[in-house]
């Protein structure tokens, strides 16, 4: 009986093994396709202010509409194309739209692009970005690069060094899903990041859980002694934004908000008043 089970769990294991070589293969087979067509595309969400909820940026997440109406997620697109050396491609394309986008925004609204580790694993990645401002004519001191510890992980030295130069060259970094990895602490005593981004994972719980409150609190405290902005990611409640602020969270982003939006409708978000701002306004939160 045993080995018929064992039989059978691995033939359900192989079968969906099978799914998935067949399911990446699927998507491998059009995604080159994709990104020479230029379909996969910059959608913006905001960050704010948590106090104001005025924007003051907007992060580029990859959107890859299929003819059928359907989205691919990028957690399933981004690591095929990571895999497969097509990340190159697809960053420089979208990073080079979503500076001629972002260009028509007022000029105190940032744009913050995602690094993936295996583009920063390329050879002078950061050269390339440095031309594709200048092309574009998006001034650097606009642009934010969110990166994540994984990207620090293979080759600090080198990691280190193409982020000071584009530090120098007036680039914010951003520390992206921060509290998730394993070194999160070492990696904010080996590079000075201008942003950590506070995981959504920590902010999903927070209202129930007085735990993780404290933890949030810590990892704001902790941002502050480093002269570290925090942003926290996942806001989707009202309650969720104002304990933020209590905690003395300053920045933040979620669905409450807005989620990402296509360029056009970014125009549209910029104009509009920040909403509710009175409700929350006038609560006094530490200054960082
Ligand atoms: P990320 O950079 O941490 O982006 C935040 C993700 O959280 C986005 O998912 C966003 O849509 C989602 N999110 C934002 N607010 C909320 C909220 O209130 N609730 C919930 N449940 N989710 C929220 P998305 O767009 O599916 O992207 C997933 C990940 O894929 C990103 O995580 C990033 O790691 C990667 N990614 C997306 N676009 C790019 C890209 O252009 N380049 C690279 N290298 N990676 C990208
Ligand atoms: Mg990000
Ligand atoms: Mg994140
Ligand atoms: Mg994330």
Redesign the pocket.
Known sequence: DVKKQRKARSQIYEASMLGRTHRAAHIEARLLDAIEADRIEPYY?PIFEIDTRRIVGL????RWRQSGGDFV???VF?PIAEERQL?DAL?ER?LKRACVDARQWPEDIFLSF???PV?METEGWERRLMDILGQTGFAPSRLQV?ITETSLASDLPAAARALAFLQKEGVAVAL??FGTGYSNLAQLSNFSFARI?ID?SFVAPLLEDERQQKIVRLMVALARVLDVWATA????TEEQLVLLGKLGCRYG????VS??VPSDEVVALLAAAPLGAATIGGQNLPEQ
């Open positions: 969400q992060e580029v997440l990859a997620p990028p957690d981004i990340i960053s979208l995602n690094i993936s583009h969110e992206d899903d981004k959504r990611e996942g806001i989707e982003q979620g669905y409450l989620r990402a």
